[in-house]
C-alpha cells in the first residue's frame, strides 16, 4: 500500500495560463475525489468518480475545471484560465467500497496551486 | 443537509493535560462522522470514524470521541497531549446516501506548550 500521491506538490502560474494536476489513487480503490482547501479553511468537495464515471461535481466546479479519469485508476484535474482566486491546496482521496476500511477516504499530500 | 460545526478555532494546553477538541452535527438522519488531524506540510489521516455502532469510538494516537444524540455532539478527546499532536483537527460528516461526500468543519487548530 503506496498510499495516494499526487504531481506536482507545488504549481506556481500566471493568471490566464492552463494547469493539469495528477492523482494516482490507492491500488483497487473503486472511488477516487477532489477537494480544494484555502488557507484558514477545511476542505470542499469537488468532484467524484467510481471507477471512470465521474458521478457527482460540485458547484464550486466552474466550467474552467474538469476532471478525468479515463481507466478507472490515475486521475487529472485540468483548470483552464487560472485565476488568483483559484490558488488553493488541491487535494485528491479515494476509497474502496469493500473490506475492513470501507467507504474511508484516504488523502494524498496535496498540490498546493499560486496563481501570481 | 449535513453539516459540522467546530465550536473552537484553536486551543492550546500543556504537555500531559487533557485535551477536548469540540464539534456539533446538523443531520436529517444517523450521521457518520469523522475525526481527521492534519499536519503542517502533511496529508489528512484520519483519527477515528462513527459508523452507528458503539457511540464509544477509539482511534489512532489515544485519541476517542462519543457520539452523543441527544446532544448532537462528537467531541474529541484525549487523556494527555503530547508534543506530536500539535496539528489542525476536523470534524467531518458523510453527505448523504452513498456518495461519500465529506464536509469538513472549519478546523480546529491545537497547540500544545511544554
Known amino acids: 500500500d503506496t498510499g495516494v500521491s499526487q504531481d506536482p506538490r507545488h504549481k506556481i502560474t500566471k493568471r490566464g495560463q492552463n494547469v493539469t494536476f495528477r492523482c494516482d489513487p490507492i491500488s483497487e480503490h473503486n472511488r477516487l475525489y477532489w477537494y480544494r482547501q484555502t488557507l484558514g479553511q477545511g476542505p470542499e468537495f469537488l468532484t467524484y468518480?467510481?471507477?471512470?464515471?465521474?458521478?457527482?461535481k460540485s458547484r464550486l466546479l466552474s466550467d474552467r475545471f474538469s476532471a478525468e479519469r479515463p481507466k478507472g485508476s490515475f486521475s487529472t484535474l485540468e483548470i483552464q484560465r487560472t485565476e488568483q482566486g483559484d490558488s488553493a491546496m488541491y487535494l485528491c482521496?479515494?476509497?474502496?467500497?469493500?473490506?475492513?476500511?470501507?467507504?474511508?477516504?484516504?488523502f494524498g499530500p496535496g498540490t498546493r496551486l499560486t496563481v501570481l | 443537509a449535513q453539516s459540522v460545526t467546530q465550536l473552537d478555532s484553536h486551543v492550546s494546553v500543556s504537555e500531559g493535560t487533557p485535551v477536548l477538541l469540540r464539534c456539533n452535527y446538523s443531520s436529517s438522519y444517523s450521521p457518520s462522522l469523522f475525526w481527521y488531524v492534519q499536519h503542517p506540510n502533511k496529508g489528512l489521516q484520519l483519527l477515528l470514524k462513527y459508523t452507528s455502532a458503539a457511540t464509544l469510538v477509539k482511534g489512532i494516537n489515544g485519541f476517542e470521541a462519543e457520539f452523543k444524540k441527544s446532544e448532537t455532539s462528537f467531541h474529541l478527546t484525549k487523556p494527555s497531549a503530547h508534543m506530536s499532536d500539535a496539528a489542525e483537527y476536523f470534524c467531518?460528516?458523510?453527505?448523504?446516501?452513498?456518495?461519500?461526500?465529506?464536509?469538513f468543519g472549519k478546523g480546529t487548530k491545537l497547540s500544545v506548550k511544554p
Open positions: 467531518v460528516v458523510i453527505q448523504g446516501g452513498s456518495q461519500g461526500n465529506l464536509i
Open positions: 468518480f467510481q471507477n471512470e464515471a465521474q458521478l457527482e
Open positions: 482521496a479515494s476509497s474502496s467500497l469493500s473490506g475492513r476500511h470501507y467507504n474511508e477516504q484516504f
